[in-house]
């Protein structure tokens, strides 16, 4: 009698244990399905952007940052104010 109890004990205990590490497996793929769409976004990546260069100092920014004055390109107001550089 006391080895039946043994190996029934044994044998619920194995499959209690199978059924945790099934859970925590399941788990882990539905974070990882999850986290795969983050990923995707973070590796997409912005359409380029065309540089263009400050009339006054010459420095490089893209064009959406760039301050147009006087059919010229210039980097900020103060460098639109000030005109070219001589």
Not at 7 to 16: A, K, N, Q, R, Y
Not at 38 to 67: F, N, Q, T, Y
């Amino acid at each position: 009698m006391g080895k039946i109890l043994f190996w029934v004990v044994v044998i619920i205990g194995g499959l209690l244990a199978a059924r945790v590490l099934a859970h925590y497996n399941a788990q882990n793929r539905a974070d990882n399905r999850e986290a795969k769409p983050i990923k995707r976004r973070r590796s997409e990546k912005k359409p380029l952007e065309s540089m263009v260069r400050c009339e006054h100092c010459g420095i490089h920014l893209p064009r959406s940052e760039a301050v147009m004055a006087n059919g010229r390109i210039w980097c900020s107001q103060d460098h639109a104010k000030l005109g070219m550089r001589q």
